[in-house]
Each structure stands twice: as C-alpha cells, then as structure tokens.
C-alpha cells in the first residue's frame, strides 16, 4: 500500500518552453503532497507544500509564478516549470501525505533536462 | 527548531563488514526518525522508522537503528554489507510542533568494495 507515482519519469526539453509533472497516490487519498528538488550529490530541497482545494505555500527563496502547482483532487497534483531555463534541470520529486497521517510517501522522481 | 547532522558525507566498507552510518537530531518535541535508501536516478525507499514505541527499530534489508534520546541519535546498522548496499542514505526527522514537515540530513553515500 501507499503508493505515489510520478509522470513522466524523464523529461527533455527546450529552453523557454514550459513542462508538466505530475504526482498521484495510487491507493490512498493525500490531503497534503510535497514537491522536492534535489540536485546532483545533494539532499531533498523542499520547494513547497500543496493542500487539496488550495493554494500552495511556497519555501523561501522558489518562484511560485516559475513552479506552479495545482493540487486538484485528493490523488492528484502537479507541477509546471514555466519557461523552462537550463538551470532548472534537476530531479524532482513528490511525496504525498495522508488525512490523520505525519508519514510522507515518496515518488520515483522526474528527470528534467532542459537544453 | 530542528534539525539533522548526517556525520559522514560518504562511507566505504568492504562486502561482508559492518555498516554504520551515523545520525544526529536536533528536536524540541518526541520526534519520529525516519531513514531512507535512494539508488541512482530513483526514489527515496524507506528502510525503517522510529515513532516513540520500541527505541530499537528493525527494517528492510537487515537495516536496524537505535533511537539514544541521551545521545539525540539514530543510527543505522547493518552486520553485513551486500554490493546491493551501495547507495545514498538520508536520515529524516520530523514532528509534530512543526507540521510534520520532514527535515532530512545532508545524506550519506555508502560505497561496498567487492
């Protein structure tokens, strides 16, 4: 049980175009996901966390009008980088949270190479 | 505030040999420790946690650690290192005077030589 997946698993592409991720808990609702970033050889850098129904809250210093997330229904949110640099690739990862629950449930990860 | 020190950046023992990899907390309230294994361009995969019952916790893989309250650590130990082994591990702790929020250590990678 509690299982996140993520979509696409990698990711390329180009400079100035935007990209979507998404996260889904497969068989649990998540009332709270999380979305990471870690670059290479380094920790999980918590970028923001989303609530079902509404607006993120962002961690210092990450754009929020770069790295948009939705978190629509209790299985399902998304990140979308926005006009996609270089210095965005990285590794992005989602946990998800269930209702009455501290523990996080991790995805797999998305790959995103910008050129 | 809270916090964890992770204080090896990288650990190297030979196939076969103990593995220790060591963890520090720093939390104002009963913590849960968490530790995870993340393989190359993967996931994090948890391999035991701590949750204020039994202070010596058994995981996947033959991982165990020790939650020391007086030592504010968490360990992780394994008797026998596979090549299996070889992978980043992140120490995590999290509570709840802070929203649950998971603060993770800076991580550790394991290297098996054959």
């Known amino acids: 049980g509690a299982v996140v997946s993520q979509h696409p698993s990698r990711v390329i592409c180009k400079s100035g175009t935007s990209v979507k991720i998404e996260c889904r808990s497969l068989?649990?609702?998540?009332?709270?996901m999380f979305w990471y970033r870690q670059f290479p050889k380094q920790s999980l850098m918590l970028m923001a966390t989303s609530n079902e129904g509404s607006k993120a809250t962002y961690e210092q210093g990450v754009e929020k009008d770069k790295f948009l997330i939705n978190h629509a229904s209790l299985t399902l949110s998304t990140l979308t980088v926005t006009s996609a640099h270089p210095e965005d690739s990285s590794f992005y990862i989602c946990?998800?949270?269930?209702?009455?629950?501290?523990?996080?449930?991790f995805g797999p990860g998305t790959r995103l190479t910008v050129t | 505030a809270q916090s964890v020190t992770q204080l090896d950046s990288h650990v190297s023992v030979s196939e076969g040999t103990p593995v220790l990899l060591r963890c520090n907390y720093s939390s104002s309230y009963s913590p849960s420790l968490f530790w995870y294994v993340q393989h190359p361009n993967k996931g994090l995969q948890l391999l035991l946690k701590y949750t204020s019952a039994a202070t010596l916790v058994k995981g996947i893989n033959g991982f165990e650690a020790e939650f020391k309250k007086s030592e504010t650590s968490f360990h992780l130990t394994k008797p026998s290192a596979h090549m299996s082994d070889a992978a980043e591990y992140f120490c995590?702790?999290?509570?709840?005077?802070?929203?649950?929020?998971?603060?993770f250590g800076t991580g550790t990678s394991l290297t098996v030589i054959p």
């Open positions: 995590v702790v999290t509570s709840p005077n802070t929203g649950n929020q998971f603060y």
């Open positions: 946990s998800a949270r269930p209702a009455d629950s501290y523990e996080q449930y």
């Open positions: 068989d649990f609702q998540a009332t709270t």
